[in-house]
């Protein structure tokens, strides 16, 4: 070990030590920025940069681990992604395959699919609902995989499945102009039933969220880090913890 990595090391153990865990945040949403910048800056392709950045998944989970996290959302891949060319697409979905397919062989995260399927190659959903099929019964992190994802498609969807499920039932549009409330709402967005993220990580420097979590995040707290994602370290997720613990909720009061 060399003296850069002891002192990383002494310092990452005393921001840990110093952190309250009655403070942390109990759903963290991550944007995983920043792959294909570090690939560039190492001299490497943008597919080292898409497995580098999925290796990562692992450590950030476990990090959540120690410190009582009870929902991540991995933003994996959005919806205006899949525009990209077939040369980079095609390896990208790959590696988020492979990526999915290792956190359910964990044994310890449970698997949950949040974005459009339906915009999502044939293998590639059959993937997603496999993994959600076999962790389903797991009592660890929920862990939202964001594959095909975008907020407002989100919010289309949730306002599609209500039409569709009170035209079933023969409600009458004056009906529901009466019942559509926030709550309706919530219950058909892809994470229904699961806390609203309280802290929002995007790495790599751009400070927008791009329309990720649009409705879940009105009150999430932001912390955006400047290292690339596939160098996102322990001390830089510590550091995210306790700068949202310094901060003072008021949810508008």
Known sequence: MNLRDLVYRLYARRVEGRLDHAQVPKHIGVILDGNRRWARAAGGTTEQGHQAGAEKI???????AETDVEVVTLW???????????????????IIEDAVRDLAADGRWRVHHVGTLDLLPDRTRSVLKEAEQATA????????????????QEIAHAVRSILLDHARK??????????????????????R????PDLVIRTSGEQRLSGFMLWQSAHSEYYFCEVFWPAFRKVDFLRALRDYAARHRRYGG
Do not use: K, M
């Open 58 to 64: 692992r450590e950030l989970l476990g990090w959540c």
């Open 76 to 94: 994996l891949l959005s919806t205006d992604n899949l525009d990209r060319p077939d040369d980079e697409l095609v390896p990208l979905l790959g």
């Open 137 to 152: 019964g797991i009592d660890g992190i929920l862990v939202n995989v964001a594959v095909g994802y975008g907020g407002r």
């Open 170 to 191: 023969g409600t009458s549009f004056e009906e529901l102009a009466e019942i559509v409330d926030i709550d309706l709402i919530a219950e058909h967005l892809y994470t």
């Open 193 to 196: 039933g699961q806390p609203d």
